[in-house]
């Protein structure tokens, strides 16, 4: 009997069991398991056979569900401020014991970083290793004024892997698998553009996707970018979206009247009021960096071009560029408008914020608001002032229409 | 030179830097600004430039500078940005920025907004600064660097010129270590306040004159008896102790500044420029040599260990950790600080400050209830 073909949603959830399952029995495989950032070229890790596990996924997860109180308060207890990035008190309050009810990471045996979207990481992983005693590698991917990343750059980057690839062999106590890191290289550039394929589909007018999911659907873009699985599961996005809109349907309910950039990460714990507020107003979020920011494409067995594509993201840029990838979305996906988080954790994506909301607006009239908020400190986040902006930016819209 | 004299002169430097700067623009010097945290200031002087610290103003009422950031970004770069919109720098012809955190890299593109006019030069320091690559890395960004500032200037800088630039600042480094060791050999020889404006008026001053008055002023503090001394020996971590009323209230209460750690002070000379094979080089292999820098990657998280050697070198009897609001860097690494300062069996006090803060009256009841508590403590301790 022919196992019958899971639909995206519980497609979703067997790879993500599998996924977990994978990273709580590495140690009885005998692997060795590694925390590292967002945007860490997992490519060299996966050829090494080590399972990576994100602890700013858990942080999101642990935000969407309710259940970041705890360690923030642990982070606190143990002296830090509440100032910091709540990503990282999370983390840093997580790892005084590896315990929560909702979801959870093993322990790792090392912590690499890579410094191409968060500069405070370096920091935060810096006192994961001194906590836990373990090894600590840095891939220094530099800010670039330059508008993106230069020779120069790219050269010391190169050098950097290099270098990642002496430790690991020494780590991992057995020569790097350059076969294998050629394989890996293919799949995460399947991966890549599997995910930018699905994630597309919000450009059609009106969307067959609903742009919240995009915030769903990219954990395994995030967690798993080195797997076959993952690719598939992409194309089946892509699939059933094609099917939607050749029924003319869309996975969003309401009213796509209003067609919203949302600029920043999400407010994890309040995803559902935000999702209801800007549903109530007509708003569908279809613009967002984050179809850009995870498809991380190169030429294939090109270090210098992984070099490139990991020192490229959006978030360590110039000004200009920062301007001009906002500009790129809103016009790619024909935006009527924008929402910004502020967001009191993330000072790389708010401090350059009000001069990119500016220059932004005087490129494309477009109307925006702006909004005080935090990717995962419930404290940070007022639902009321969230309501009185989207119901000022759905004015202003409307507004602007009726010029 | 007196003594006092020589402070005066120091003092006069630190109180009046727009002055100076458009003396040296009268003299047709070109003036290149500094801004935090390292910058090759030898490049500068051997280009013939003047170089002129971009640290902020002290007590700064913000307003415009809303315009760029929000309300959680630190002082230091709030009013960097306050001041440059209100033409502070306008006498300026470029100014060096580095993105030693996530704050300076946004500063380094806003500050292009806030003052069109002021031609940024940008610094790419290598968080990997320990690998061969790095310093490689460093050579070239250093040539871009040294390329641009030739340009600004109209002269070039040579081999020979930089040599001289490198040795300058490194005789200008070695009088500043010679005094601060002085100071903790000698507690209360000056006040707090002096010995920041003796320190801070490096990055105001011709670094010719400001070598010769430091070696100066130590031959002098080298002559004084040890002064009576009953008070507390201080050790200072963080970004700076400006406002400067901190350091008067640390004067009233009895603390003396015995050593620190600080980002404008001690950090910006306690390590030489090496040999190297030509001067460039140098200049990049001088941040090799740095231990547990926290603006820098740090896989072995060292700052706390080396708060502690010098602690106990300094025979501290308290630390004072200065956390400028908003600055991360310095916020993940308090814990581990206190836990460092503590097992030694010294107390810390964790003093939230601003560099735009008005009101005086939190720190000083915080600052004189650490001095009682010490005292107390002290007390306790000779009893038993």
Known sequence: MSEEKLNSKQLLAKLQAEYMDDLYKAHERGQKIAWVNGLFPQEFLEAMDIQVAYPENLAATLGAKKGVTPYLDACEALGYSSDLCSYTRLGLGYQESFQSDISNIPRPDIILNCTNICGLCVKWFENTAKRLQIPYILIDTPFQPEYDATENDIDYIVGQFKDMIRQLEEFCGRPFDYEKFSRVMKTSRRVAKAWKRATDYVQNMPSPMDGFNMFNYMILAVCCRGKESTADYYDLIAEEMEELLQKGESQFKGNQRHRIMWEGIAVWPYLGQNYKTMKANDMIMIGSFYPAEWCVDYEQDDIRSIARAYANRPPIGSLQRQIDVRCDIMKCTNCDGALYHVNRSCKILSFMQPAVRKAVYEKNHKPYVTFDGDQTDPGGFSPAQFETRVQALRENLEAAAKE | ?384
Not at chain 2, 201 to 211: C, F, G, Q
Request: with cysteine.
């Open chain 2, 1 to 384: 030179m007196e003594k006092s004299e020589i402070i005066r002169e120091m003092q006069h430097a630190v109180a009046h830097i727009r002055e100076t700067v458009h003396e040296k623009k009268q003299e047709g010097k070109k003036v290149i600004g500094c801004a935090p945290i390292f910058v090759p200031e030898e490049l500068v002087i051997a280009s013939g430039a003047f170089p002129v610290g971009i640290w902020g103003g002290q007590k700064v009422s913000l307003s415009g500078s809303q315009e760029y950031f929000p309300p959680f970004a630190c002082s230091v770069v709030q009013s960097i940005t306050e001041l440059s919109m209100k033409g502070t720098y306008d006498d300026v012809d470029a100014i060096m920025l580095t993105s030693l955190c996530d704050t300076l890299k946004c500063m380094s593109q806003t500050i292009q907004l806030s003052a069109p006019k002021l031609q940024p030069i940008f610094i790419k320091h290598p968080q990997n600064y320990r690998l061969e690559c790095a310093v490689e890395y460093m050579v070239k960004e250093l040539n871009r660097v040294k390329e641009e500032l030739e340009e600004v200037t109209g002269n070039k800088i040579t081999e020979e010129s930089l040599k001289q630039a490198i040795e300058l600042c490194n005789r200008d480094r070695r009088a500043l270590l010679r005094f601060k060791k002085l100071l903790a050999e000698k507690p209360g020889i000056l006040t707090n306040h002096e010995r920041h404006d003796v320190i801070k008026s490096r990055l105001y001053m011709d670094r010719e004159r400001h070598a010769q008055l430091m070696e100066e002023l130590n031959e002098k503090l080298e002559e004084e008896p040890v002064p009576a001394f009953d008070g507390i020996r201080l050790y200072v971590c963080g970004v700076m102790m400006e406002p400067v009323e901190l350091l008067d209230i640390l004067d009233e209460f009895g603390f003396a500044i015995v050593g620190d750690e600080l980002v404008q002070e001690s950090r910006q000379f306690r390590y030489m420029v090496p040999e190297g094979l030509s001067q460039v080089e140098r200049l990049a292999r001088q941040i090799q040599q740095i231990r547990g820098e926290a603006f820098l990657y740090d896989p072995k998280k060292e700052r706390d260990d080396v708060i502690a050697e010098e602690c106990k070198d300094v025979r501290a009897d308290a630390v004072l950790f200065s956390l400028m609001k908003f600055c991360d860097t310095d916020e993940y690494d308090y814990p581990w600080v206190r836990d460092a300062v503590q097992a030694m069996g010294l107390p810390i006090l964790n003093l939230e400050i601003e560099q735009i803060m008005q009101s005086f009256e939190g720190a000083r009841t915080r600052l004189q209830a650490y001095a009682e508590q010490i005292k107390s403590r002290a007390a306790a301790r000779q009893t038993s």
